[in-house]
């Protein structure tokens, strides 16, 4: 699933090819809120992300919005950019053309991709963007002290922090030589403070990472290839050397160094 620095440098490729542009035919296989009347004939004004959703703004400019697209991906929705007129296979949820020229494609085999019109309750109840000046250690640590349950379920709760999943908590942990597994409220407080700072340091990482793996595409790119403990069962560790290991939390895969994480 892509998680908050994939859907950063998706955000980012979009609006650089669409932004500006104006919607000049929608198809969706759910119509919601008479979404294809309100999105045609305007322009593309912004795309912000929260979380793991995409938020699309149309209207004349950004001071006249006329509609708001909210888009999640979910496990397996994909978006590509592909020229107008093609033919649309029947896994296409969603597609936008603009300017009569391409169109930005939502394609889901497993048909979980969600989109509406307007904001919705899913956003209110997000928790605190990771790199937003409100995610201080002291405002990380009182959650952390007051929780209950494992440490990593806990990172990944959106209500939590918003946009944190399972690859780049992985890489968190690992970074902050914390046990995925370990009680949160057990955690020292430098062992919390460690945790705040890694979590602000992996985020950008990740970011330039998969914009260097993906440059201007419009793709999300999920090999993942730059990770350190993620999907690496089996190798060695690349700080202490000893053999990753694969386990699962709370249904979650999940990759760890048993000697450097504690
Ligand atoms: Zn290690």
């Given at each position: ?15 650089r ?15 919601r ?33 006329k ?20 033919a ?20 889901d085999?497993?048909f ?33 002290q ?36 370990r009680?949160?409220?057990k ?10 700072q ?20 419009i793709k ?17 560790c690349?700080r ?14 999940t ?8």
């Amino acid at each position: 699933m892509p998680e908050l620095p994939d859907l950063e440098v998706l955000k980012e490729n979009i609006w650089r090819h669409f932004g500006g542009q104006t919607v000049s035919d929608v198809y969706a296989r759910q119509e919601r809120g008479r979404l294809v009347s309100k999105l045609k004939n305007q322009k593309l004004a912004g795309i912000t992300r929260r979380g793991k959703f995409l938020i699309f703004a149309f209207g004349q400019n950004e001071a006249d919005l006329k509609a708001e697209l909210v888009l999640h991906l979910m496990l397996n929705g994909r978006l590509s950019v592909e020229a107008a007129g093609r033919a649309r296979p029947g896994t296409v949820l969603l597609a936008l053309e603009f300017d009569r020229a391409e169109e930005l494609r939502l394609t889901d085999q497993t048909f979980w991709a969600k989109y509406w019109l307007g904001a919705n309750g899913h956003l209110d109840k997000l928790g605190l963007e990771p790199l937003s000046d409100d995610f201080t250690e002291d405002w990380f640590a009182k959650r952390v002290q007051k929780s209950r349950g494992r440490i990593k379920p806990l990172l990944m709760k959106q209500e939590f922090i918003a946009g944190l999943g399972n690859a780049y908590t992985d890489e968190a942990l690992f970074a902050a030589r914390i046990d995925p597994a370990r009680e949160a409220k057990k955690l020292g407080a430098d062992e919390i403070a460690e945790l705040h700072q890694a979590i602000k340091k992996v985020i950008p990482w990740g970011i330039a990472q998969v914009k260097k793996s993906v440059g201007a595409a419009i793709k999300e790119d999920e090999k993942r290839v730059f990770m350190k403990v993620y999907r690496r069962a089996g190798q060695p560790c690349p700080r202490c050397g000893n053999i990753i290991k694969e386990t699962k939390l709370q249904g979650r895969d999940t990759f760890y160094c048993g000697k450097c994480q504690q």
